[in-house]
């Protein structure tokens, strides 16, 4: 089993800049892909950003330029740097891991303010 805690979340204004974490233990194995969804309300979850363990990463065209995902591989923690919110941003954020099974971390939420 893996357990994923996230951190970081709040409300900002817009223009501002949040810096999310996800910190994961358990049965990790040295090759996994981590990973940052968010679901607003009413909508679907969708994907923000990846990166692998290599450091490979991928973005939605939504946030390309204004967020990014690192990892620190030695702590199995991903973060999500996130700068110039918009309110369309908000949302709850939740981390995921696959190894290749799959883990969801409990959300953290992030409000952006017009």
């Known amino acids: 089993q893996v357990q994923l805690v996230e951190s970081g979340g709040g409300l900002v204004q817009a223009g501002g800049s949040l810096r999310l974490s996800c910190a994961a233990s358990g049965s990790i194995f040295s090759i996994n892909v981590m990973g940052w969804y968010r679901q607003a309300p009413g909508k679907q979850r969708e994907l923000v950003a990846v990166i692998t363990t290599g450091g490979t990463t991928n973005y939605a065209d939504s946030v390309k330029g204004r967020f990014t995902i690192s990892r620190d591989n030695a702590k199995n923690t991903v973060y999500l740097q996130m700068n110039s919110l918009k309110p369309e941003d908000t949302a709850v954020y939740y981390c995921?891991?696959?190894?290749?099974?799959?883990?969801w971390g409990q959300g953290t939420q992030v409000t952006v303010s017009s």
């Open positions: 995921n891991l696959r190894n290749p099974s799959l883990y």
